[in-house]
């Protein structure tokens, strides 16, 4: 057997004048677009991201240096007010995020399944829900799930209250089920058919084939692309602070108006939510890219 480091015509010299075929180089994380936030993330050089922290920090002292409030100042009230915003806002940002993505999984891969029907009755509806909620915006669905789920409910005498961080979950768990159903989908879809075959000539069942053959060979190939989902949904929870819900952005904003809405606080408050936002989801972006090499189909 050829050493595959020594292979001719593909990374030494031909040893023969006819054409070598390439191998295909494919990667077994879905779709390719699943993944361009988590490598576009992951990918950016740090010193970027030095370069813009030192302009964050820099920028307020000349923007404002004829104030008396001095960029000192602005650094020590964000310092007195990082334990409120992390514990009582970054903190609800990762539960939402969390739900969100535990509720818009199970019902993904549930989608996921009808879509893959050879009932058209359960293949359709499926594939109409996936493409109306894929291709909606998140924040018009944020607004109809406010405006839809009632405030509370009654049972008898029990008043149940819905907080308003609960129908963020919902309202958020929703474009994920859609993107998750895709990426259930493309998977099953990229297992070679010669699986199904030959799970048919040993007489196995379409459930048995699906879930002792198909699914288990699916499971690398969709950890990439949802971890990078769980990232982008992380990114998009400050969206919720437009439906009143108390997490970082909200609490950022009330914290400066506390200060009596300095300006000087704008680039400091919202510098730290963007700072502990990338290291909350750049640890996760890397993660994804060293999945994505390490379950690469290689042929």
Known sequence: MLNRKTIPGINTEPQTRFAVLKPFNATAAGEPEDLLFSRWLASTPLW?????IGFAIVWPSL????STYSTADAFQALLRWIPFIVTGGFFFNVIISFFAMFIGTVLGVVLGLMQISPAFYIRWPAQIITQVFRNSPWLVLLFIVLLALPYEIEFGDTVIRIPDWVKAVFGLCLPIMANIAEVVRGAINSVPSGQWEAAESLAYTRHQTLWQ?????????????????Y????????LCSLLGVEELITLSRQAIEAE???????????????????????????ATIALERRFA???
Not at 213 to 229: T, V
Not at 262 to 285: D, K, N, Q, S, T
Request: net charge positive.
């Open 213 to 229: 053959i198909i699914l288990p060979q699916c499971f690398k190939r969709m950890s990439p692309p949802w971890m990078n989902w």
């Open 260 to 286: 009596n809405n300095r300006p000087e606080l704008l680039v400091p408050f919202y510098g730290f939510a963007l700072l502990i936002f990338f290291a909350y989801c750049y640890p996760i972006a890397r």
């Open 231 to 238: 990232a982008i949904l992380t990114m998009a929870t400050p």
């Open 48 to 52: 970027v991201w030095a370069i813009l």
């Open 63 to 66: 923007s404002f240096a004829a």
């Open 297 to 299: 189909v290689k042929l």
